[in-house]
T-cell receptor, first 114, second 112 residues
Framework: DTEVTQTPKHLVMGMTNKKSLKCEQH?????MYWYKQKAKKPPELMFV???????INESVPSRFSPECPNSSLLNLHLHALQPEDSALYLC?????????????FGAGTRLSVL | GEDVEQSLFLSVREGDSSVINCTYT??????LYWYKQEPGAGLQLLTY?????DMKQDQRLTVLLNKKDKHLSLRIADTQTGDSAIYFC????????????FGKGTTLSVSS
């Protein structure tokens, strides 16, 4: 089983709302990732969690706040977003963050900010 | 620096073979990957190859790696309309905790 589950699939929010994206995997992976993908573009890395600790933050604005409550769950808390933040948000996981970094992706949450 | 290049579009007829090419710049890459993304969906891992291999075959998919030229290709035999998607080449560098470096993606269009 190589399944990464993301909820919700679609999310529409206003610029003053607070919402959260959720990601779950039960493969025993110890590295989890958030990516942002705009239409017709490759995914852009946002955050990496390694053994439940934030290891990489790619200069993401503070209106995006990641959280890793345990080794199976990864959240992305959203607050005061801008319309340009509308995108597909992808979660991924890998067994560990080493060189054999085989990442498995979820189906994504399509976010629209009005 | 790190850079992965792909041609943007490929159009083939159903039943033909498709070859999607990719070049990368970092010689320390250890693993190279091919992902498929269908419209509105996430990324599906198709296959990967370790940098000390030249070729890997998996059913209709053949991956060729020319490490000297830093060139990677994905061949899809007997291409079907269901293969229409964006294909991303990605590399994983030889550093712990480094995420994937993606190419811009090749849009494969298969006509019947």
């Amino acid at each position: 089983d190589t399944e990464v589950t993301q909820t919700p699939k679609h999310l529409v929010m206003g610029m003053t709302n607070k919402k959260s994206l959720k990601c779950e995997q039960h493969m025993g992976h110890r590295a989890m990732y958030w990516y942002k993908q705009k239409a017709k573009k490759p995914p852009e890395l946002m955050f990496v969690y390694s053994y439940e600790k934030l290891s990489i933050n790619e200069s993401v604005p503070s209106r995006f706040s990641p959280e890793c409550p345990n080794s199976s769950l990864l959240n992305l808390h959203l607050h005061a977003l801008q319309p340009e933040d509308s995108a597909l948000y992808l979660c991924a996981s890998s067994q560990d963050p080493g060189a054999k970094n085989i990442q498995y992706f979820g189906a994504g949450t399509r976010l629209s900010v009005l | 620096g790190e850079d992965v290049e792909q041609s943007l579009f490929l159009s083939v007829r159903e039943g033909d073979s498709s070859v999607i090419n990719c070049t990368y710049t970092d010689s320390s890459s250890t693993y190279l990957y091919w992902y498929k993304q269908e419209p509105g969906a996430g990324l599906q891992l198709l296959t990967y190859i370790f940098s000390n291999m030249d070729m890997k075959q998996d059913q209709r998919l053949t991956v060729l790696l020319n490490k000297k030229d830093k060139h990677l290709s994905l061949r899809i035999a007997d291409t079907q309309t269901g293969d229409s998607a964006i294909y991303f080449c990605a590399e994983s560098l030889n550093q712990a905790g480094t995420a994937l470096i993606f190419g811009k993606g090749t849009t494969l269009s298969v006509s019947s």
